[in-house]
């Protein structure tokens, strides 16, 4: 196939993109028999009148005599041979003395590691602390409508991990050539189709509570086993310091010699276990601040101008960061959910944690995002997990300062810069559920978070019409936005350097930042377990 990059249409160019693919080819009518839509963006920076326009990369297959095509674009860098996909490496199958490896924690990373080793026939066997996606949309829903908090089945644990009650974004820094299979996964298992080609794809929760049941469906059909409401409360080591079993809910034993730990950025009693058990472990830098809120025709009208409600444009979403060098901090947006909600995600009793949440179609007409600051080791305790005791200390403060119940603390903008406190003249109705509070958002965040987002806030409202609008609404606080520590583990193997056949992954291990890339990780780690297998066998 020809692939064909920086392909610019404008946005309400309904001409089929066959027609358009032959038209840039300088082909005859009827000349392409397919195209494959690689990547669509969208481009709405309107200088000097120009219209927003989507930009594609195209794979192209045509009738004729490919490589002429070819020959007479040799000059033009946005057409050449769409490449070769890539093939999925073959293992040999498992002996029979071998352990099932042991997945812990069903999230992105624990999902795609299990998902993998049962493709190569290792049948492991997953323990999820929380319970099953449709029990714990339950236990969810009860919580938000003013329910009691279930501590292990809540936004933060059980099948699918926190990303599950989010937005479903897949976007990703991570340059990897197994994104595609990933993709391909999550399609097969029920997720839109545009995801494989979006240049900002997502899914959405009310989606990615189908998609994880399939995976998981998935495994078992291929093996694997999956154990709701087990959490490992303990490992094993043999007399050299590798892995030898894990210990589950403080009585089951399950031997193994290789345990995949993708136990989620909130696991903090796990945090403890493993550290009082030799884990090599460190504190690494996470951000704390809140979620605001606005009118999502705000945030569309900034980025399309007079075309805003047009039905071929996607709801807007957008990006801000704020630097101060002099405080060596920043201030940025993060997990921006547009057509969505704020939500309550705490894990722990006595603690307000927010999120924001999407599904798939957006159309809440609230927009919204995480506002945050950097916190660094050097502002908590000096200890490896004296981030989570620093998170800790603020959801509390949170909690009573929305007067408990697990209601909010929330600020208008124009409140928190003022110096005032307890206004309601809001732009947008909060929509953290169960309920909250108008109080004073600094008797709940750092001096130092306060002080960014006062910057901030002015900055990014130069930037984006309206945003810093004395009635924006700001719900406190947003505590997990990463993990507050690090497994430390070996680059090339992914197996802790302290405990052999034991393998960090996700972002609770500290090593991805959403989705996609603790997808990515998972899977990374259980086909370096079966390099490391093959390798073996070869021996």
């Known amino acids: 196939m020809i692939r064909i990059q920086n392909f610019n249409v404008s946005f309400d160019d309904t001409t089929p993109l066959t027609v358009l693919a032959e038209k840039r080819l300088e082909l005859p009518p009827h000349s392409v028999s397919e195209v494959v839509i690689v990547r669509k963006a969208i481009d709405a920076r309107r200088y000097k009148g120009a219209k927003i326009k989507f930009v594609y990369i195209l794979d192209v297959a045509v009738t004729g005599n490919e490589k002429k095509i070819i020959n007479r674009f040799r000059k033009d860098r946005n057409v050449d041979w769409a490449p070769d996909k890539v093939k999925p490496k073959q293992y040999p199958a498992p002996e029979g003395t071998d352990q099932p490896p042991v997945i812990v924690g069903f999230g992105p990373a624990g999902m795609f590691a299990a998902l993998t080793l049962a493709r190569a026939g290792y049948n492991p066997i997953v323990v999820e602390r929380g319970r099953d996606v449709d029990r714990r949309h339950e236990d969810i829903q009860s919580f938000w409508a003013g329910g009691a908090l279930c501590t292990q089945s809540n936004v933060q644990f059980g099948e699918g991990g926190a990303g599950t009650f989010s937005d479903g974004k897949l976007t990703t820094r991570v340059n990897d050539p197994l994104i595609t299979a990933v993709l391909d996964d999550f399609v097969a298992a029920g997720a839109p189709e545009d995801i494989k080609y979006l ?5 959405g929760t009310d989606m990615l509570r189908t998609v994880v049941k399939n995976i998981r469906l998935e495994v078992i059909r291929l093996g694997g086993r999956v154990l709701f409401e087990s959490q490992v409360t303990g490992i094993e080591k043999n007399s050299d310091g590798s892995l030898k079993a894990v210990i589950v809910n403080d009585s089951e034993r399950i031997n193994t010699g290789a345990a995949f730990f993708g136990i989620g950025h909130s696991a903090r009693d796990t945090y403890k276990m493993l550290y009082e058990s030799g884990l090599s472990m460190e504190a690494k830098p996470f951000a ?6 606005h009118p999502q025709e705000l945030i569309d009208r900034n980025q399309y101008g007079e075309d805003t409600g047009h039905e071929r444009l996607p709801v807007a979403d957008y990006a801000v960061t704020y630097n101060d060098k002099e405080k060596g901090r920043g201030a940025y947006s993060f997990c921006m ?15 307000v944690v927010t999120n924001g949440m999407s599904n798939y179609k957006r159309d809440s007409g609230v927009a919204n995002s995480a506002l945050l600051v950097t916190v660094n080791t050097k502002d908590f305790a000096d200890h490896v997990l004296g981030g989570i005791e620093f998170q800790r200390k603020w959801e509390r403060a949170a909690f009573k300062a929305g007067g408990g119940e697990y209601y909010a603390p929330v600020q208008t903008v124009g ?21 909250f509070k108008a109080v004073d958002l600094h008797e709940c965040l750092p001096d130092f978070v306060s002080g960014m ?29 990463s993990a507050p520590c690090r497994i430390i583990r070996n680059k090339e193997s992914f197996e802790s350097e302290s405990v052999a056949g034991f393998y960090p992954i996700g972002e609770g291990a500290g090593y991805a930042g959403g989705i996609m890339s603790a997808a990515l990780d998972g899977m990374n780690a259980a086909l370096a377990f079966l390099d490391k297998k093959a390798h073996t066998k070869r021996m």
């Not at 240049?199 to 899914?203: L, V």
């Not at 002015?458 to 924006?472: E, H, L, M, S, V």
């Open 337 to 351: 959910c547009p057509g969505g909600q704020v939500v309550a995600a705490t894990s722990e009793e006595g603690g």
């Open 415 to 435: 409140d928190f810069l003022g110096g005032k406190s307890g206004s309601t003249d809001f732009l947008i109705r909060p929509s953290y559920q169960p309920g």
């Open 199 to 203: 240049h900002k794809p997502h899914i």
């Open 288 to 293: 704390v601040g809140v979620r605001i809120e």
């Open 453 to 481: 987002l006062t910057d901030a806030l002015p900055y990014f409202g130069r930037k984006i019409a309206g945003f810093d609008d004395p009635g924006a609404v700001m719900t406190g606080i947003e505590s997990r936005s």
